[in-house]
């Protein structure tokens, strides 16, 4: 079952344009996880947010985290071509086993 | 190795057949996970060890699916008499920590198509 729901489902964008990505989780979480997927590969880290954060940086990326409306952004600006893949965010269960429950992603696309 | 390293990268079976998905994590990564990931979809969570211990295995949608990890590194996912709706993605992670706050470090992930 998924855990996270992000929105939109799909986006397309041109190259230099901002690209926000959302999501929504069900239960109470200590932190939030990005992912970023590029097509034929493995998932790859990109941020973690914990719950007692509101917002962090790294790099083009601005991740936000409302736990009152249990739900977290995904900004990439100044996007490049590059960037353009499936973006998931994850969240533990309650157990803490460092297992993630994933979203069913947001497929981005830049064009050049 | 530098990433986790999962084999075959591909692999057609026929339906009724027996499938053997290995999985290299980083060296000293405590945590392993296996994740289904369906076309369009997010991964969907199958099972988790730490060490050589499966102390989650949840996700497992049948008892056809089967995983190992004997030595506490190399992990074996099997999936008997295939079918169909297996055909899928498994994508293979290690964690060097066992909390929720350690990320992911995913292989590149086996597609199997059953036909």
């Known amino acids: 079952s998924q855990q996270g729901e992000e929105d939109p489902q799909a986006l397309s964008i041109q190259e230099g344009e901002n690209a926000t990505m959302n999501c929504s989780y069900k239960?109470?979480?200590?932190?939030l996880q990005w992912y970023r997927q590029n097509s034929g590969r493995g998932l790859v880290h990109l941020i973690l947010i914990r719950s007692n954060e509101r917002e962090k940086h790294s790099g083009r990326l601005r991740v936000t985290l409302d736990t009152s409306k249990k739900s977290s952004s995904l900004l990439i600006t100044a996007s490049r071509a590059a960037d353009t893949a499936s973006y998931f965010c994850a969240t533990p269960p309650s157990s803490n086993t460092g297992k993630l429950i994933f979203g069913q992603g947001t497929t981005l696309q830049v064009k050049p | 190795g530098a990433g986790v390293s999962q084999s075959p990268r591909y692999k057609v079976a026929k339906r009724g057949q027996d499938v053997a998905l290995r999985c290299d994590p980083i060296s000293g990564h405590v945590s392993l996970f296996w994740y289904q990931q369906a076309l369009g979809q997010g991964p969907e969570f199958l099972t988790y060890f730490q060490n050589e211990a499966q102390l989650d295995k949840s996700g497992l949608p049948s008892d056809r699916f089967f995983a190992e990890r004997p030595e506490g590194s190399v992990s074996t996912l099997k999936i008997q008499r295939t079918q169909q709706e297996d055909s899928a993605v498994y994508l293979c992670?290690?964690?060097?920590?066992?909390?929720?706050?350690?990320?992911?470090?995913f292989g590149n992930g086996t597609r199997l198509t059953v036909t």
């Open positions: 992670a290690s964690s060097h920590r066992r909390v929720s706050n350690s990320p992911l470090h």
């Open positions: 239960t109470s979480i200590n932190n």
